[in-house]
């Protein structure tokens, strides 16, 4: 399994080859794979994260199959939510299909005990498959070869597939027990995995299946109190020895076991099929899982279909580039993890902020995934995109629920979203200490930019894409009851004779309560100007479906002109003269700082200063009036001023904790550095983004894949380095590329035709469009 | 397994043989046992806890080995808390001991497949026992016997018993399959019980243990938060059939299987025996649970030492009725849910709110121990008593915490208790609608009778028992830093010139935020009049102690002065003409209530009028003047009147909840209704405390056991009908005993020595002395 194509190290700069394994933390790689080469306890749940596995319906993360203390195995399906204290809901961990314990003459295989000879696990993004090569040598001396393999099927999403190729060693010197060595297997589903501690999962039934060409074991639990139910089934093959089998089918606890005999050099083969449905998918998953189960092909027939899936993927979504081999990989490794977190199958579900791969957040929803993660699938994979925008769509009850409670009209997205669309952030922190007082989360109330996040990602959809109908039957909807929202959410001030929302939290999360903010101000106008726009279109397109929601939305002609009114005197705090825009009504009178007096840190400027110190001085979680910018940079955004981009990067850039603030931030910066041609500066910003997780630089990499981060590397190459603009008759590249790419290649689907882009650094920059791909 | 001694319902009034079985709810009784006759899923909750076994250390409840669906199999041992949201802390479910799942030629035994021939469930109060006896038809028509009995040894704690007898039974009629049957047994650990959907447990380890006799295997977890490892062994002999073993040691789920064949009336006899130890108990409880179950004896001998140590508790703590079979029976029903609560190995553990036998309460302590529960041990089980009041000696630092972050002086102790003394009574409810506030729960920090409630434990104690070592070592710090609580909490109104206590909840919680609630400033006043007289007689017996103590918490004689002032002048509310105590200031002035008018109903009043309302009007969840008088009916209660007692009984007992407020309410209602000599309403008030459980009558036995109810239970019996005052010299009975009660005897251990009581009805009532008891 060892890789010859290794060549370098994950790291700043590519190193040269030969300087490969200069620590024992350090990933190799080619341009397809991520291998960890030595095996470090220290670095078990952070690598769980990294060798995520899934196909858009699930994710499984890269637990040890035979366990180790700490592991978090986790599989996420989406939308199998479930209640929980003081966050309402969040994702369940399902039951872990991953286990096989194999012992030889009665001792157990375990990596925390006897020796490891020989370690290699690696993740072919190509081809979606997690491999681990070991040669271990138990406590009495006995040697095994093991070769494990898994996949989540992508072509077909409620199969599993894992392998485990045994070979005992002869190592005459050193071994205790004559050949041959009694092997046993256990091949397990646990119906009891727990979610940070807690059990979701009532036992419902198991059973067990007779086969023609071995035994099968089906599971079948439900979740507490959402009542979802899950099923289960395996079944085991051995190839290569004579193995006799047996079931235990313990209370939530089905076990296949097997056992063979072995002499040194013979190798076995282990391969293990799980099917997996919920009541989400079909009404009976106990009997869907039990049925694909009997007619599955053979475990490579299966592999064979999963790898050509592949293919299909990256056919559209990959990324090239040339002269860096470092930056290859990681690009590729963040689109891997956004590709199997994204489906078109389920229109009810979308990517959490961890994606699949770990509880952080508890698989709630957050902007990540419209700002930050669609516009890969919206220029790459349209059917996800529409499938993830459908999702609000289908929230829009909970929105209108949230808006109701909070005193306002229309649909106000929550801050955190799961199944219903209710708000599901939790009220407040629930300190451990009994004498301690919870704090207020206030994001739930205060930041409300969201709704408008959302219409700009149904908008930008509909630009790319030109599905018409999608918009009528749904997107307009969205961005309509959302503008009903703002209609009631602004405020007006008869003073100063214009229209403000105050008592918000913007992009920037550091100050927690403020009053016009630039970005929310400025993205809710955009929004209204939008809202005008899309039912003028749906009147002119589809004058009955217009009629039938402005009904239905209780929106009338007066409420249009009144939305024209607020565009015209909604406030945005800027400086015409400078072209500075001001994050909010009072920032630039705050204490200033300057964060180089603060390096070297290791954490938070929120938690250097703490929460009220952060508030009251001019430094930043994540981008603001940055992020506005980013965002209208197709747009015309305030104020009309030359150079307005570089007089606010100027200001802003060094006074945003990039590092330790939010990992939202770098990928942002770096689309934002190289659009101002300052492609060191860029490059830096881009590689932090992009190792966030392969290199754990932000030490909670156990939690989850960091998505909106991984979005923005894909936004950072294309918009940043590629400087693609989306123009109206298509997409234009500007390439502004790091000084070592030699060329950078990708695809964007743009109104239903594929542009292949093939850039090479342009002394001139100047912009050129792509060439149109026969593929679509 | 049939009890032909079986005479009738546990029912009012008691039943004719005859009539045993009106109902499949009913439970069947002889004088020490209960019976289950017929099994009623819907009662599958209710009844685990009804037949709970325990001995002290741990308490299982009842449900069936081979599992069913909603079941809540829950084993709890005394001190093994873990982290929780919300409620901080609570009692883990421990691994599952009792799994054992029988097949049949491939076909599992459970209760809802196939059909219930014959069952009935039995639990034999005098030795501790539960035993069950089916008789089941398979779906396809193979019929079963099966006898299961289990224990938790009461002659060593670690130790638990169970065993299942299977016999086939021919049935040539409608039998399927031809005998041999294959039957396979797995008898599990499950490291994986949940607790209300917790999951407490990380695994850690487990094995497999070669023994002579049979095969063992054991299983090593620790608490996520607390870290509490346990571990529990288990070993599986079969006895009567040639059978094979295998085990099955799956990542936190260690089974063992065992297969044989049987023929028609055939019996093989399974028993398991398992091991317990937690790293409370020892410092490796994975060697000492390996190693215990190395040395037991076989089932039968451990389970005649088992029902020897029974033996010997019944012969102090028993009561004995005659004439009215229904109370013998409930009453000794009640007192072995206490005597398998307690044990005096753990002096760090006390008695949750719902013993050991359920998650009400989470297995926090209340005042329930020391003021309903308590009186049992400290006059028949001191040495239990002791251990119990040591645990308050052993939470004291965070009673002081308590006191010291609500900003007063000395030991304030917590509402809710659990491992450490801090508080850990839940800050406020958490809705599962996201859009509901919390509601605050005000227990937590106004309901601060509890401090003078544990000294009036530790003061019943030394007077009971003389353990003068014991009140000098632990309960003269704990009189003496309460008091400090109270000279700091006391607030000093000059303008009345008198001190007060306002703002608290006193023992009705009805009313959530009182003035001078009569029951509170009471029972300070005599707190710190018991805190003067304890520091001086301990200044008289143990100068060197007193000093020492004084020292340590800073108690200075200006100080003791100061109590001095406080007793004189704190301000109690009562009329001295009419006798009348008001509740706290300003109850007669709120809107009087008649609960008749509100019956029939099956909800508490305050669920009926809702919170404000409820604290706006004459209405009580429990006796709070009544217990006032109740607890300080051998002292001099205020105000010195003649009828006191029934004036207020007059006034507060028609305005008592007693239904379905608090459980607390009937034991103590009969008590004094005794007292006062209405032997009719005593006895029903007495019934309905001693079938709360038996009968569900709250409709929430399934949480657990109402241990406080359990504990009044006894003392009705022995207060009220048996109407004993605890002289200094002795304990002297004036018998009130309800009409049918022929005879009623029990014994009380004063100072040393057993006094006997044997009582019959007398009409003159006259009070008489107990034969002292040789035995002691």
Redesign the interface.
């Known amino acids: 399994m060892l890789d010859l194509n290794k060549i370098g190290e994950i790291n700043l700069p590519a190193l040269d080859p030969h300087d490969a394994l200069p620590g024992s933390h350090a990933l190799l790689y080619t341009d397809w794979t991520v291998t960890e080469p030595q095996f470090d306890p220290e670095q078990l749940c952070a690598r769980e994260t990294v060798f995520t596995i899934g196909n858009g319906y699930l994710g499984t993360r890269g637990s040890f199959e035979e366990?180790f203390?700490?592991a978090l195995p986790t599989t996420l399906i989406h939308g199998v939510y479930d209640?929980v204290?003081?966050i309402?809901t969040e994702l369940a961990n399902c039951p872990d299909w991953l286990?096989l314990?194999i012992s030889v003459n009665?001792e157990?295989f375990r990596l925390d005990r006897g020796e490891i000879l020989h370690y290699e696990r690696q993740l072919d993004l190509r081809h979606g498959l997690l491999s681990r090569s070991v040669r271990w040598r138990s406590p009495t001396g006995k040697t095994l070869d093991l070769e494990f393999q898994r996949f989540a099927s992508l072509d077909d999403q409620h199969v599993l597939g894992l392998r485990c190729q045994i070979t005992p060693i002869d190592c005459s010197g050193t071994l205790a027990e004559p050949f041959p060595w009694k092997i046993e297997v256990?091949s397990?589903l646990?119906g009891?995995p727990?979610t940070q501690?807690?059990?979701?999962w009532?036992?419902?039934d198991r059973g067990?299946i007779e086969q023609g060409t071995g035994q099968g074991v089906w599971l079948q639990v439900r979740t507490?109190s959402s009542h979802i139910e899950l099923s289960m089934a395996v079944k085991l093959a051995v190839m290569g020895a004579d193995a006799s089998f047996?079931v235990?089918?313990?209370?939530?606890?089905s076990?296949l076991?097997s056992a063979f005999s072995a002499i040194a050099g013979q190798t076995i083969s282990i391969e293990k099929v799980v099917t997996v449905f919920t009541s989400q998918d079909v009404e009976m998953p106990v009997q869907a899982a039990q049925d694909k189960l009997a007619n599955l092909p053979a475990y490579g027939v299966l592999l064979d279909a999963h790898r050509q899936a592949w293919d299909a993927v990256w056919q559209h979504s990959d990324i090239e580039i040339e002269g860096d081999r470092t930056a290859q990989l990681v690009v590729r490794y963040n689109l891997f993890q956004l590709l199997i977190s994204g489906s078109s199958h389920d229109v009810r579900v979308s990517i959490p902020a961890k994606t699949l791969s770990g509880l952080g957040y508890r698989g709630h929803i957050f902007w990540d995934t419209e700002i930050f993660i669609l516009p890969f699938f919206t220029l790459t994979q349209p059917a996800i995109a529409r499938s993830l925008l459908t999702y609000r769509y289908h929230t829009l009850e909970g929105a209108r629920?949230?808006a109701t409670?909070s005193g306002y009209q229309g649909a106000m997205f929550s801050w955190e979203s799961a199944a219903t669309g209710?708000?599901?952030t939790p009220?407040s922190s629930?300190p451990?200490d009994?004498?301690a007082?919870?704090v207020r989360i206030w994001c739930r109330d205060r930041e409300i930019h969201l709704s408008a996040d959302i219409a700009y990602a149904v908008w930008h959809y509909w630009q790319a894409t030109g599905d018409d109908h999608w918009l009528r039957d749904y997107g307009a909807e969205i961005i309509l009851d959302t503008a009903m929202f703002w209609m009631s959410r602004l405020e007006w001030h008869a003073q100063q004779e214009r229209y403000e929302l105050c008592g918000v939290i913007g992009a920037d999360e550091y100050h927690e309560q403020v009053n016009n903010n630039a970005f929310t101000n400025r993205m809710v106008q955009w929004h209204l100007e939008t809202a005008v726009a899309v039912y003028e279109w749906l009147q002119h397109a589809f004058p009955y479906q217009a009629t039938a929601l402005a009904k239905q939305l209780q929106l009338t002609a007066e409420h249009r002109l009144l939305w024209q009114t607020m565009i015209a005197k909604l406030y945005i705090p800027h400086d015409a003269k400078t072209g500075l825009i001001e994050q909010f009504e009072g920032f630039f009178q705050l204490q200033d700082i300057d964060l180089s007096k603060y390096e070297p840190r290791d954490r938070s400027m929120q938690a250097v200063l703490g929460i009220d110190e952060t508030n009251q001085r001019q430094v930043l979680k994540q981008p603001d009036v940055l992020m506005l910018l980013y965002l209208m940079r197709d747009t015309q955004a305030l104020p009309a001023h030359d150079n307005v981009l570089q007089k606010n990067w100027d200001y802003y850039a060094p006074r945003t904790d990039s590092t330790y603030g939010s990992s939202l931030t770098p990928a942002i910066h770096a689309s934002l550095a190289a659009n101002l041609g300052d492609a060191a500066d860029a490059y830096k910003q881009f590689m932090q983004a992009a190792l966030t997780d392969l290199k754990d630089n932000r030490g909670n990499t156990r939690d989850g894949i960091h998505g909106a981060s991984a979005g923005g590397v894909w936004q950072a190459v294309v918009f940043g380095f590629g400087g693609i603009q989306l123009k109206d008759s298509a997409p234009i590249a500007t390439p502004h590329l790091p000084p070592s790419w030699t060329r950078l290649k990708f695809k964007l689907n743009w109104r239903g035709t594929w542009h292949s882009f093939d850039l090479v650094p342009s002394p001139a920059q100047k912009p050129f469009s792509a060439c149109r791909s026969s593929c679509n």
Chains 1, 2 share one sequence.
């Not at 501690?197 to 979701?200: E, L, P, S, T």
């Not at 235990?248 to 606890?253: E, I, S, W």
């Open positions: 366990g203390p700490q209640d204290p003081v309402y286990s314990m009665g157990r256990q397990s646990n009891y727990d501690g807690f059990d979701h009532e036992q419902i067990q507490r047996q235990t089918n313990a209370h939530g606890y076990t076991m629920r949230k409670h209710d708000e599901v009220r629930m451990t009994p004498y007082e919870a």
